[in-house]
């Protein structure tokens, strides 16, 4: 019984895995802008340099630095703020880069009017490479609703699962 379920959970990691590979590995902001061109709720993609951290069994808090490009790719935008998670995070991530397709469920926003508080679930393994996502969803009007998958190498050893509020304002 104790094997059916180890091989369980291990062929769900798989999948998950090979999920997240095939969403975002290659993908860059111009590419994700250019699959989703056609999609009336798309906006654009926010690429994040995000801090590393050490997680203390119930959290984290890690540093961003990010630019917005409009679904166009002519409009962009810098913008800085933190990312923290309560929940399980143990273990250490090293910084890493990521990208976030921002869909707008109400209004259509400019690269200027994302700025604001965004509240989600975020589930991450890293064991060398980390593989996971992210879903947040917030903002101006709590109309903007933002998704991050993929796997990024090297990125540190750490098993994190639980609530993530990132918040963001336009750099000056």
Sequence with gaps: MKNVVMAAGMAALALSTGAC???????????LNATNAN?????????????GSTGYVLGSAKPLDCVF?????VSS?????????????????KAVHTIWRVYSLGSDRGV??????YVGEQGTVAAGNQAGGNWIYGGPNAEIGMVSSGVIKDAGYNLATG???MTIRLKQ
């Design 69 to 73: 490009l409009s679904r166009d790719g």
């Design 21 to 31: 590979t095939t969403s975002m590995q290659q993908s860059s902001a111009q590419q």
């Design 163 to 165: 609530v993530a509020a």
């Design 39 to 51: 999609s009336r709720i798309y906006i654009g993609s926010l690429t994040c340099n995000v801090g």
């Design 112 to 117: 200027t009017q994302i700025s604001g508080t």
């Design 77 to 93: 935008a810098q913008y800085t703020g933190t990312i923290d998670k309560v929940g399980i995070d143990i273990g250490y991530t």
